[in-house]
């Protein structure tokens, strides 16, 4: 199984382009990398490529990586899209999906319900092409095609609804991934607000876990004067301190641990940042844009 990451970045990418925190100016003058808004595609033939999440960024991430350019006849390797949520940063891609001849959408019944009503982008890309939705059910196992299955897992969380639909079950999820052939196993898990026993159980052992990292400390926001939430309140556990990721991971047995969905702020986004040789010396990893992962 391979896995792209084609975005590494939260919602705004990095930098983003109304901030001007000093992890962002150090981007902007070419200290660290830019990065795109977070998803990621997985193959296991390298012919058929599902994404998970489609970000505002899918037209550029799509055409940085050779393996989902199109064919002569716009007959594409995109097989299917694969949601964790419905947040703006992981869905509005869809929109950018439209000239597809059909598309192959796996989202749980809350997800859809807010696409659907809440922020109407299911509504929007069915009036310009078919749309095929399967039910993706938190702990039942799902073949996506021959050799390579998923199983989502449910996320408990107390972040905001921003479109109100009023449903907690299914409405964020993980996946966790199976190449049949190889045994080999990850874990997708772009946001998560508290590593439950549960959410452990899902983790335990996989060979590759690819974990929300979107701050470094808990106050990370409230310091900077750009927001009036720690990063917990908004849905997303730290990296950092006693009870953050990099404490409490070691003790899952993952073969490989690589950070995902980094917001603009956090300073492991600097290669040169000590918030980075942390990470690196925990024998952890930051992801960039364009990274790949056998499994």
């Given amino acids: 199984m391979l896995l792209r990451v084609l975005g590494s970045a939260a919602g705004g990418g990095s930098p983003q382009w109304n901030c001007g925190c000093p992890v962002c100016a150090a981007v902007r003058s070419g200290v660290g990398l830019a990065r795109t808004q977070s998803s990621v595609a997985v193959s296991t033939d390298h012919r058929r490529w599902f994404l998970i999440n489609a970000s505002p960024d899918v037209r550029t991430q799509i055409n940085a990586f050779s393996g989902l350019h199109p064919h002569d006849d716009r007959t594409t390797p995109l097989e299917a ?17 439209r000239e597809a001849r059909a598309l192959r959408l796996y989202a749980t019944p809350a997800v859809r319900e807010t696409l659907c009503v809440g922020s109407g982008i299911l509504r929007t890309l069915e009036r310009y092409c078919p749309v095929e939705w399967r039910a993706v059910s938190p702990g039942a196992d799902l073949a996506l095609a021959d050799g390579l299955s998923c199983r989502a897992f449910d996320v408990p969380t107390t972040k905001r609804d921003r479109f109100g639909a009023g449903v907690d079950h299914g409405r964020v999820v993980g996946y966790r991934l199976t190449d049949e052939r190889s045994g080999g196993t990850l874990v997708y898990l772009p946001g998560v607000q508290s590593l439950t026993p549960a959410l452990r ?8 876990l690819l974990i929300d990292g979107t701050c470094w400390s808990d106050d990370e926001l409230v310091r900077l004067g750009l927001a009036g939430k720690t990063s917990r309140e908004m849905g997303h556990l730290p990296i950092d301190g006693p009870d953050g990721s990099l404490a409490q991971l070691p003790s899952l047995g993952v073969g490989r641990t690589i950070f995902v969905h980094m917001n603009n702020t956090n300073p492991v986004l600097l290669e040169d940042a000590p918030e980075r040789r942390t990470v690196e010396d925990s024998g952890m990893e930051v992801a960039m844009d364009g990274l790949e992962v056998q499994v």
Avoid: S
């Fill in 201 to 208: 159980v899902e983790i335990k052992g996989c060979a590759c």
């Fill in 81 to 97: 899209v694969l949601l964790t949520d419905a947040e703006l940063d992981h869905t509005l891609g869809l929109l950018l999906l």
